[in-house]
């Protein structure tokens, strides 16, 4: 199960940040390039610590506009501009994106004119939205939100935030990985594990043992514990959650670091 793909942790809390991680982002290497996969840490700044180069990324997929999701965005296409990127750059993100894209170009004062790369954002709905020749990125809903949340987005903002929020599915190197997103309970990935080699599964929301039976029973090859609670972030917080897994489950078991590489 070895090829030259590589999952890159960017970021691995949940909404807030601590000490030791920024909030969520990842990154498929595949074929050369970088597919962004969430955009809540410096993005820039621990591509360039892991020495990659941010021009290198080919698209963005937000899952939802969480700041622990999507903050990091405008530093980003900043860094695009200043480095001179060439080549179209297309976020990808729930209904509402390209709007919200227009949004956070006025609210930080970028606009698309002074930018030297041409900058799209789809809105996207369930099933594939993104193929190339390396990777395969398809969208599901997730419940990530309680009833009352719902009222209050609901109330202020209306229709244009339904759905919320997403999880991915990726094809990359003969693999099927899935991104859960946020979600409040594992069940929201019942429909797509099957076959799944890698399930990055978020722990931000849910106590540990959900996790721990959902892997069991699906029987999941590995595991990757991502966007962690920040009360794990002290100096026993991995080897809490190694030992809380560990009870029955016989796969590989992975805790995200900040600047951590995966071999796919
Ligand atoms: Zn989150």
């Known amino acids: 199960m070895s090829s030259d793909a590589e999952l890159l942790i960017l970021g691995s ?19 050369g390039g970088l597919y962004l996969l969430d955009c809540g840490a410096p993005v820039s700044n621990h591509l360039k610590r892991m020495g990659e ?9 937000l899952t939802h506009w969480h700041p622990d999701h999507a903050h990091g965005l405008p530093m980003l296409l900043q860094d695009l501009q200043l480095t001179g990127r060439r080549e179209p750059l297309t976020i990808y993100g729930p209904p509402g994106t390209s709007e919200k894209l227009d949004d956070l170009l006025r609210l930080f004062l970028i606009p698309r004119e002074i930018l030297p790369y041409t900058l799209t954002a789809v809105d996207v709905q369930p099933g594939s939205v993104f193929t ?55 069940d929201d990935l019942e429909p797509y594990v099957e076959g799944c080699t890698l399930v990055s599964h978020e722990f931000g929301h849910m106590v540990i043992d959900q996790i721990r039976k959902f892997a069991i029973k699906h029987k999941l090859p590995r595991l990757l514990i991502a966007h962690l609670h920040h009360r794990y972030d002290h100096a026993d917080g991995e080897a ?8 029955g489950y016989e796969g590989e078991l992975l805790v995200a670091r900040d600047l951590m590489r995966i071999a796919l």
């Open 240 to 247: 809490e959650i190694r030992a809380a897994i560990a009870d």
């Open 53 to 61: 180069d941010p021009r290198t990324i080919r698209a963005v997929f």
């Open 13 to 31: 809390s949940a909404g807030l940040p601590t000490a030791n991680r920024y909030p969520t982002a990842m990154a498929v290497k595949a074929g």
């Open 132 to 186: 190339d020749e390396h990777l395969r990125v398809a969208y599901f809903p997730t419940r990530h939100l309680a009833a009352d949340q719902w009222q209050t987005l609901d109330a202020t903002y209306g229709q244009r935030l339904w759905p919320l929020a997403f999880g991915l599915l990726l094809h990359v190197a003969d693999q099927r990985i899935l991104i859960s997103g946020d979600i409040r309970n594992s």
